[in-house]
């Protein structure tokens, strides 16, 4: 793929907004209903966005000879931080305001980044993380601003819609919060409480356009093709297919 992951899709409170932009570009504009919105007067984005700043670590500088974004750091962590920027939110902004207290970096066994900042007299904490794993941690959800019950219809929703973004190709993170009292500790996988879910991030990081041809002629010359990829099965198998590697006979191994 091109590494340029970029935010196209974000399922919130029901609804499915767009994001329009290219790479790492910050310039973009959020739709719903194929119409331009104010992301800043939906306040299921503000709180979405706040998410997406907070759990990235990346920084994005400008090429001055080209003009080109360049990223330093995680580029899923970069699309993450692009998405704040378009809902209108710059991270050393945010933190001058709400400072950051302590962080749960990712790993590949947890697979979620939880960060506490200071809100008023209490720790509010965001969390990004793999769709299954951040369901199964939260008890409730966003709902028109309010948190409310997790229930079972809403789990399969979010699970349905999980499928359905995967099926386009797109990875997907889920973002969610919580809060904690300023005297608890937070340092350690054990010190999360229980989940507030928000919505689910979908993510487009594009094949080259040279490699369905590269495939295509490895192929034509007998060699077998196996693609080996973190992303969920569904999306390894919808990227596959649209190169080339997938066929509907074909296995996936997890």
Do not use: W
Not at 11 to 38: C, H, M, R, W
């Amino acid at each position: 793929t091109k590494n340029e992951m970029v935010v196209k899709e974000l399922f919130i409170n029901g609804k499915t907004f767009e994001i329009s932009g290219l790479g790492y570009n910050p310039q973009g504009e959020v739709t719903y209903g194929k119409n331009a919105i104010d992301p800043l007067s939906h306040p299921e984005l503000i709180t979405a966005g706040k998410i997406a700043a907070f759990c990235s670590n990346a920084h994005l500088s400008v090429i001055e000879e080209t003009g080109e974004y360049k990223v330093t750091g995680d580029p899923m962590e970069a699309a993450l931080l692009v998405l704040a920027q378009k809902i209108g939110f710059h991270k050393h902004e945010l933190e001058n305001e709400f400072p950051k207290l302590n962080e749960i970096p990712f790993d590949y066994q947890k697979k979620y980044h939880a960060v506490s900042h200071k809100s008023d007299n209490r720790q509010f904490i965001s969390v990004a993380g793999a769709p299954e794993i951040i369901l199964s941690f939260s008890k409730k959800i966003l709902k028109n601003g309010q948190t409310a019950p997790f229930e079972q219809k809403d789990k399969d929703e979010m699970e349905n819609q999980f499928i359905a973004i995967s099926q386009n190709g797109m990875r997907v993170i889920a973002l969610a919060m919580a809060e904690l009292p300023l005297e608890n500790e937070f340092k350690t996988h054990d010190h999360l409480p229980p989940l507030v879910f928000v919505g689910l991030c979908g993510i487009e990081d594009a094949p080259r356009e040279e490699v369905k041809s590269s495939i295509a002629k490895a192929q034509e010359a007998g060699v077998r093709v196996i693609m080996i990829t973190g992303d969920h099965k569904i999306t390894a198998a919808a990227i596959a297919k649209s190169v080339g590697i997938y066929r509907d006979d074909d296995d996936i191994l997890t």
